[in-house]
């Protein structure tokens, strides 16, 4: 089963970046999807960018366009989340995700952004 450990949360002001990083421990040969989801307070949890195997395909939410960048290291199995012009509504609880079967989530990580 594939799990995930989050890094890199924590408290900003708004304009400034952060870096989200998860960690992806599995056993060898198995290829998935990659990506991060988000719960704000009161919200239901939403997608905010998912990576292909190879990195070819990427999705990412509207609201994130233009700000934030995913990106993989499958030889170092992890995923990558950078986090530019910050807004206060970016405030949230960051989940990583792995689309495997059965999929997998990590525990989260807060980010707040004080405007």
């Given at each position: ?54 990195g ?9 366009k ?6 993989r ?43």
């Amino acid at each position: 089963q594939v799990q995930l450990v989050e890094s890199g949360g924590g408290s900003v002001q708004a304009g400034d970046s952060l870096r989200l990083s998860c960690a992806v421990s599995d056993r060898p040969g198995r290829v998935y999807d990659l990506g991060w989801y988000r719960q704000a307070p009161g919200k239901e949890r939403e997608v905010v960018a998912i990576i292909s195997w190879t990195g070819d395909r990427i999705i990412y939410a509207d609201s994130v366009k233009g700000r934030f960048t995913v990106s993989r290291d499958n030889t170092k199995k992890t995923v990558t989340l950078q986090m530019n012009r910050l807004k206060a509504e970016d405030t949230a609880i960051y989940y990583c995700y792995a689309g495997a079967r059965p999929g997998a989530w990590g525990q989260g990580i807060q980010v707040t952004v004080s405007s």
